[in-house]
């Protein structure tokens, strides 16, 4: 399997650019979180849906962030307009909901793309 | 709320030196506790889990044992390599309710000659 597909790897943008990130979660995995990593702030969490509905978005920053999940095997964070405070790597991670797959024993363990590292300049 | 405590970082070692980075954890219930595991430059990957009381998880030589009297997932390395200089995260979640991890804020790990 592929894993977890993040792009871009790297992004240098200008402050008050768009700023579009994309995600390609395991193929069959419904559940997709994104986070946002910082030295200060640490590994924090932005958004996740289940089956491609958000569930829980009370992560996200500021509504100048969205992000969507229009099918299984897609989902974009987007931040419009971007400002130099929003540098940060970025991840997307995926599992089976619940952690279980065809009713099988737990595992809860969530599959990390390698990010995208976001600079505002 | 749930949360994760780790010791802070970072930690320096000689090759061959014994590891311990400590976790706490505070839950209402039982909760699923894990190790990641997080290699400059990549994202994190699952080192170890434990699901229930007294479980030991363990991979790559790496062991943790869930302490519920202590609320504790002490990540424990017998000889440490250079190979495991990382960023190395605790997390819980709960089973069958919720679909959050909650993560440790990291334990820089680095290991020297």
């Known amino acids: 399997d592929a894993g977890v597909i993040q792009s871009p790897r790297h992004e240098v943008t200008e402050m008050g650019q768009e700023v579009t990130l994309r995600c390609k979660p395991i193929?069959?995995?419904?559940?997709l979180f994104w986070y946002r990593q910082t030295m200060m702030r640490g590994l924090e969490l932005l958004i996740y849906?289940?089956?491609?509905?958000?569930?829980?978005d009370s992560g996200m920053p500021e509504d100048r962030f969205s992000a969507k999940m229009p099918n299984a095997s897609f989902s974009t964070l987007k931040i419009q307009p971007s400002e130099p405070r929003d540098s940060a790597v970025y991840f997307c991670?995926?599992?089976?909901?619940?952690?279980?797959f065809g009713g099988g024993s737990f595992t809860g363990e969530l599959f990390f793309g390698e990010g995208s590292r976001l600079t505002v300049l | 709320g749930n949360s994760v405590t780790q010791m802070e970082g970072p930690v320096t070692l000689s090759e061959e030196a014994f590891l311990t980075i400590n976790c706490t954890y505070t839950?209402?219930?039982?909760?699923?506790l894990f190790w990641y595991v997080q290699y400059p430059g990549e994202g994190l990957q699952l080192l170890l889990k434990?699901?229930?009381?007294?479980d030991k998880g363990s991979n790559k030589g790496f062991e943790a044992t869930y302490r519920k009297e202590t609320t504790s997932f002490h990540l424990e390395k017998g000889s440490v390599q250079v190979s495991d200089s990382a960023v190395y995260f605790c997390?819980?979640?709960?089973?069958?309710?919720?679909?959050?991890?909650?993560f440790g804020t990291g334990t820089q790990l680095k290991v020297e000659l």
């Open positions: 991670a995926s599992r089976f909901k619940n952690g279980r």
């Open positions: 434990a699901t229930k009381a007294d």
């Open positions: 193929s069959g995995h419904n559940s």
């Open positions: 839950a209402t219930g039982y909760p699923s």
């Open positions: 849906f289940n089956n491609n509905v958000p569930i829980d």
């Open positions: 997390a819980l979640i709960f089973t069958g309710g919720g679909n959050k991890l909650t």
